[in-house]
C-alpha cells in the first residue's frame, strides 16, 4: 500500500477500490490498445427518419426486430464494401476478413465489459441477427462465453444509444483495426425542400480507426456510406 493509498483510506467517505480480476484485465488491455495503436476517431450523423419507418413497418408485421438490431444489419452489409475495416493488424501484418464476426460490447454488473463476437453476421438478415444478438446478450450475462466467443471478433460495435452521449471516441479491441460507436439521437426542426419545418430525429455515430491499417479518407468514406444506407427510403 503506497503512502498516497493510506492517506486516502483515512479521509472520512473515503472507499478504495482495489483494481483486480476481470477489472484490472480489462484496465490492461485498454491501456495496451493506447500503447499499441494509432487510434483516431471520425464522428458523423445521420437522420432516423427512414430507419424509424422500416422499424415501425415491421413491427406492424409483428416483427420484434429492435431499430438496434437495423442499425447493426446495415453496419454488417455497408463493411462489404470497405473490408480495409474488418481487418485486425498483428506481426506488421493487416489481415482482411470477407465474413463479418461482429464484435459487440455488452455491460456487465459490476461496470465490467465484455464484446464478444457474433460470428458470421454478413449472412444473417435482420430477424436472424436480431435472435443471435439477444442469445449472445444472454450468454454473455449467465456468464458463458467462450473464449472463442471473447476472443474471435473481426470488428466491434459499442452502442451508447439510450444515452445523452451523442459522440465519443470508443477504443479499439486491438489487434482489431476499428470500432464503430453508436450514440444518442437528437430531435430538432428540419426544413422540408418545400420550406415547412418538420421534427427529425439524428444520431451521432462515431468510429475509431487504426491510423496504422486506414487512413482518414476510406473511413470517412464508411461512415458517409453507412449514413447514406441508413436514410435510404427505397427499403
Not at 45 to 51: H, R
Not at 106 to 111: A, E, H, S, T
Not at 143 to 168: D, P, W, Y
Amino acid at each position: 500500500m503506497t503512502a498516497m493509498t493510506q492517506a486516502a483510506d483515512c479521509l472520512p467517505g473515503t472507499t478504495t477500490v482495489p483494481l483486480k480480476g476481470m477489472r484490472k484485465m480489462i484496465a490492461a488491455k485498454m491501456q495496451e490498445s493506447l500503447h499499441s495503436a494509432a487510434q483516431l476517431t471520425h464522428h458523423a450523423e445521420c437522420e432516423l427518419t427512414a430507419l424509424q419507418a422500416r422499424r415501425a413497418r415491421l413491427k406492424a408485421a409483428g416483427s420484434t426486430v429492435s431499430l438496434q438490431d437495423l442499425l447493426l444489419h446495415e453496419i454488417v452489409q455497408t463493411l462489404g464494401a470497405h473490408p480495409s475495416l474488418n481487418a485486425t493488424l498483428q506481426d506488421n501484418q493487416i489481415t482482411r476478413y470477407q465474413a463479418v464476426h461482429l464484435g459487440l460490447a455488452i455491460p456487465l454488473p459490476g461496470d465490467l465489459l465484455v464484446a464478444p463476437a457474433l460470428f458470421d453476421a454478413d449472412q444473417l438478415d435482420a430477424e436472424q441477427l436480431a435472435e443471435a444478438r439477444r442469445a449472445l446478450v444472454d450468454k454473455a450475462q449467465a456468464g458463458k462465453l467462450s473464449v472463442r466467443e471473447l476472443t474471435g471478433a473481426t470488428i466491434t460495435v459499442s452502442n451508447l444509444g439510450l444515452s445523452r452521449v451523442r459522440f465519443f471516441t470508443p477504443i479499439l479491441n486491438v489487434p482489431q483495426v476499428a470500432i464503430i460507436g453508436i450514440g444518442g439521437s437528437q430531435r430538432r426542426l428540419q426544413r422540408e425542400a418545400d420550406g415547412t419545418l418538420v421534427e427529425r430525429d439524428f444520431m451521432g455515430l462515431s468510429l475509431t480507426f487504426d491510423h496504422r491499417a486506414v487512413n482518414g479518407a476510406p473511413a470517412a468514406d464508411f461512415l458517409d456510406d453507412l449514413c447514406r444506407r441508413l436514410e435510404r427510403t427505397d427499403c
